[in-house]
């Protein structure tokens, strides 16, 4: 029996990824960890030279960047190390689409050469690998998304935020996995499969649709990434792969030049996408969006807000010091968004976090989801999700007759277009609650809320998006921090009250016994959100909430891992 197209296109590419990942590089197929050994984070350890291992584990961004603008190491050697990490971490996880290590270890040889005859860096992010989301165009390279019907179709000139990388000194050296379309939250597909957790790989998610840049952020496998949010995928994969992440607002970072799988401006109709920096501490999310400030996007991309100085005016940072020591910082709290009640383990979290903050002067002001309503944002954001009909994502996935992935055959239908009538009356609703979700404002500096109300799920099991999608709909920037783990005490609670309806009903099934004793030891993270246009805020909320964990020894159970 003939192969179908999109297995024939599945064939090929994986045979094109393979030849592109040196086979010295891997670990060779009697030395792989066995099924049953589930964190792999150190694994590489036994492949890399320790010379390879200093240089991946032992730096963050910018004390790396100032390690090769002293000569400590060149480019090519910083290259080389993180590239071997990304493959092995591949060969583990999955975490790759398109490995573009030849490209890179010329960019670093040029990069070295550049060093060596100026005496000057090219820019701040000179010699450093960095990681990008497949949906970002690279110049002859593939942007498949997950999907078949786009493979072999090569991006004619790069995404504009990957020109700026360039310009800075960075290096690309691979892209990385999504769910087919990016509409899922686990990401999985049929040309490259499944990514797994470096933590788990057998019981909880990866996350998507930024699943394979988280996971290979949390394997150090790069020295940031990037990845894009439309529901909550820079959010989630940073919380369940033990990392840190930002969503910004609209208008801040270009994303002009992505594949999508989608009719060029859906965002605008539905909900927009947009494009947030994942990495393992804080400081370097914050010099990420210091280069995209300084990179003026909007002199290159019409839709990126003309604003100087909004992530470097130093009104944010003097002003929630100057709060925080006279002990007036105020701290909203959502307890739950007012659907889907959080289990035990998130709400254990959020009460110790916050009995935290007021240790240290803090005030916490609850904020009520349905007064606020911030109950009504994620039945809105489903509406937003399917305004456009899906008709032309699915007829492109149905081309090569490829299958839907399982998550997305129950989910994604074809749908009639939404009418101008509905649109208009589908944004009326939004600008009532952006309107009424303002007045919470005047009372708090940023907000916290669970990033979902449940732990890290297994795999194809995450619920009710609607704790990060509401933050897309009402265009805030948004924030994860480590917290601390699940701890065997929390399987002994139950949730308790009634039942508030189906995604709270899905959500309690989360909590079977069966399921619960999977959680002990996963991740407990916390959302930090800010207004609307103060990314630099959410960012200094996301310290202080940090400081917070540390200075209490890492938080509940064993701690955060970044």
């Not at 991006?155 to 990016?182: F, R, Y």
């Not at 910004?248 to 605008?268: E, V």
């Not at 006279?326 to 383990?345: A, E, F, H, S």
């Not at 994620?378 to 305004?387: E, I, R």
Request: aromatic share 6%; net charge neutral; hydrophobic share 40%.
């Amino acid at each position: 029996m003939a192969s179908a197209a999109w297995e024939v296109i599945r064939d090929r590419k994986l045979e094109e990824q393979r030849s592109r990942i040196p086979q010295e590089w891997l670990i060779p197929a009697d030395k792989l960890p066995s099924e049953d050994v589930l964190n792999v984070v150190d694994i590489p350890r036994g492949v890399l030279s320790s010379k390879e291992i200093h240089i991946t584990e032992g730096y963050n961004a910018l004390n790396l960047a100032a390690a090769i603008r002293n000569k400590e190491y060149t480019a090519v050697e910083v290259t080389i190390a993180f590239c071997k990490r990304a493959a092995i971490s591949n060969q583990l996880l999955c975490t790759l689409t398109e490995p573009l290590f030849t490209s890179a270890i010329s960019r670093a040889r040029v990069l070295d050469a550049y060093l060596a005859r100026t005496g000057n860096t090219l820019g701040p992010l000179h010699g450093l690998p960095i990681s990008i989301k497949d949906t970002f165009d690279v110049a002859d390279v593939d942007s498949t998304v997950g999907i078949s019907a786009l493979a072999c179709h090569p991006a004619s000139e790069n995404a504009s935020l990957v020109d700026l990388l360039l310009a800075a000194g960075a290096v690309i050296h691979c892209k990385t996995n999504v769910p087919q379309s990016m509409l899922a939250l686990d990401s999985v597909n049929n040309i490259f499969g499944r990514t797994l957790n470096p933590l788990d790989r057998k019981d909880w998610t990866a996350g998507g649709s930024s699943g394979g840049e988280a996971a290979l952020v949390a394997m150090r496998g790069c020295v940031m990434g990037v990845g894009t949010d439309v529901g909550g995928s820079v959010r989630i994969p940073a919380f369940v792969n033990g990392v840190v992440g930002l969503k910004p607002g609209k208008g801040r970072i270009s994303a002009k030049g992505l594949t999508t799988g989608q009719l060029d401006a859906s965002g605008k109709v539905g909900m927009e996408l947009v494009v947030g920096p994942i990495a393992r501490c804080l400081d370097d999310l914050g010099l990420f969006m210091e280069l995209v400030e300084a990179g003026r996007m909007w002199e290159r991309d019409p839709e990126v807000l003309s604003q100087e100085t909004w992530w470097t005016r130093p009104g944010e940072h003097v002003r929630m010091e100057e709060k925080l020591q006279q002990g007036k910082l105020r701290v909203g709290v959502l307890w739950d968004d007012g659907n889907v009640v959080p289990l035990p383990p998130v709400k254990n979290m959020l009460h110790s976090l916050v009995e935290k903050l007021k240790s240290r002067g803090i005030e916490t002001v609850p904020i009520d989801p349905h007064a606020s309503g911030f109950s009504k944002c994620q039945g809105l954001a489903n509406k937003f999700f399917s305004v456009e009909g899906g008709g032309h994502l699915l007829s492109l996935i149905e081309s090569t007759g490829e299958p839907l992935i399982p998550w997305l055959a129950t989910r994604l239908k074809r749908k009639q277009p939404a009418t101008i009538d509905r649109f208009r009356a589908l944004h009326a609703q939004k600008l009532g609650l952006e309107t009424q979700m303002l007045k919470i404002w005047k009372d708090v500096d940023f907000l916290l809320c669970p990033v979902a109300p449940h732990p890290v799920p297994p795999p194809d099991r995450w619920n009710a998006i609607g704790y990060t999608s509401a933050f897309v709909l009402l265009d805030y920037p948004a924030g994860v921090v480590q917290v601390g783990t699940v701890e065997a005490e929390d399987l002994k609670e139950e949730v308790k009250g009634d039942v508030r309806g189906e995604w709270d009903r899905v959500n309690r099934g989360l909590w079977d016994e069966e399921v619960r004793r999977g959680y002990v030891g996963s991740l407990l993270a916390v959302q930090v959100v800010g207004p609307k246009g103060r990314e630099r805020r959410c960012w200094e909320g996301m310290r202080v909430v940090e400081e917070v964990v540390r200075a209490e020894g890492g938080g509940r159970g064993n701690g955060a891992r970044l």
